[in-house]
Structures are given as C-alpha cells and as structure tokens.
C-alpha cells in the first residue's frame, strides 16, 4: 500500500489493528521482525541492530531518496547531472565498503536486500554499475540468491504486459 505523509506519496503498512506504518525502513524491521529466529536483522537492542539501522538510513536518505529526482522527467539533464554526481560518490564510498567484505552488516541481510532493490533502478537513469566493478560483484552476489531470484520473478509477473 502506498500512502501520503504531508501530501508526499510514501511506502505504507496498514495493519489489522488499523495502525499505519510508514517509511521502508521501518516497515520491513517490522515484518522481519514478526518471523521468528529471521536471519535478516540483528536482534533489537544489540549493537548489531544499530549498525543496521545506520545502513537502512544511509540507503534511504542518500542512495534512495538521491535518485528519486531521476525519475522526474521534468528535470533537465543538467540538473540531473548533478544529482547523479552525488550519487556516485556515495557509490564509490560504498564500493569502499564493499571491497572489505561481501555484505554492509558482514552477514546477509535486510540492508542488502535494500540497496540491491534501489540499485537496480540505475538502468532507468543509464546509469551502468560496471562503472562500479566492487558494486558490480554486489549485485551478482546478491542476484544469485534463490529466494531474491524468486523475488524478482514474482515481481515481474505481475507488470503489465
């Protein structure tokens, strides 16, 4: 479900209860926090899930909220342009990141599958990531999980035709 927050079109979770969760972040700390012994998220209150949290709002506030102007086709190019400049420098600090170990928290989890998510938007700006070679590997690593490829497939069965 998507709502507004102040007018602005947001992520949302309605719950049975009728309380409204908003924001991507907390939105899937919530669910992945309804799943016993889950693998995607440090427990609450350990250092570990602070850390998490720390890449949950890294991504959303620089990586996801930097190409949401992309999308807007009023914007010129060279507008776009800087947008994109900044972008890539949070790309090459996270290919930094990523060239010391293979996932943002050191295990598989909820801020990969994130930014996995937000980079593969980057086509739609002709933004190539082999630019990136470290965020490259990345998304292949990624990618080559069964439950993201079976993710994907159900994602794609549902866009028109």
């Not at 070679?133 to 159900?154: D, T, Y």
Request: aromatic residues 12%; negative net charge; glycine residues 6%.
């Amino acid at each position: 479900m998507c709502g507004t927050k102040t007018g602005v079109l947001t992520a949302a979770l309605e719950l049975d209860n009728g309380n409204v969760l908003t924001e991507g972040p907390v939105i899937v700390q919530y669910l992945v926090d309804l799943v016993p012994d889950n693998t995607l998220a440090p427990s609450n209150g350990s250092w570990e899930r602070v850390r998490l949290q720390e890449w949950l709002n890294f991504i959303s506030s620089e990586i996801h909220s930097g190409c949401a102007p992309l999308f807007n086709d009023d914007i010129p190019e060279t507008t776009k342009a800087i947008f994109k400049q900044k972008l890539f420098k949070r790309f090459n600090y996270l290919g930094q990141i990523l060239s010391k170990q293979n996932y943002l928290i050191g295990t598989f989890g909820l801020a990969d599958v994130y930014l996995f998510t937000v980079l593969k938007w980057l086509p739609f700006f002709n933004i190539e990531i082999k630019d990136w070679p470290v965020l490259m590997s990345f998304m292949e690593r990624i990618g080559s999980r069964s439950h993201v490829q079976a993710a994907i497939a159900a994602e794609e069965a549902t866009q028109p035709v």
